[in-house]
């Protein structure tokens, strides 16, 4: 595990203060894996009977942008400077 960890932050080229994130990053990936124990369906599906969706997962250490409130909705971004 620590080293799919690490490989994430390397990859990402993100600090190793992200390590907690990191973590609980692959754990939820894991838990929406099959696995041979639970002959091929996922934790997930094992716990809670539905299939995982998966529609949410990006790309780890890719550029997100978090709306803080309503009030900042309107504001609009000038892609120039990204």
Do not use: Y
Not at 2 to 10: K, P, R, V, Y
Not at 26 to 38: A, V
Request: hydrophobic share 45%.
């Amino acid at each position: 595990m620590a080293d799919n960890i690490s490989a994430m932050l390397f990859e990402a080229n993100l600090p190793l203060s992200l390590l907690g994130e990191a973590l609980s990053t692959q754990i939820h990936i894991w838990n929406c894996l099959p696995t041979s124990s639970l002959k091929g369906i996922t934790p997930h599906e094992g716990w809670f009977k539905p299939k995982p969706d998966v529609s949410h997962l990006r790309v780890w250490g890719c550029l997100a942008f978090r709306r803080t409130s309503a009030a900042h909705s309107n504001l609009t971004w000038n892609n120039a400077s990204l």
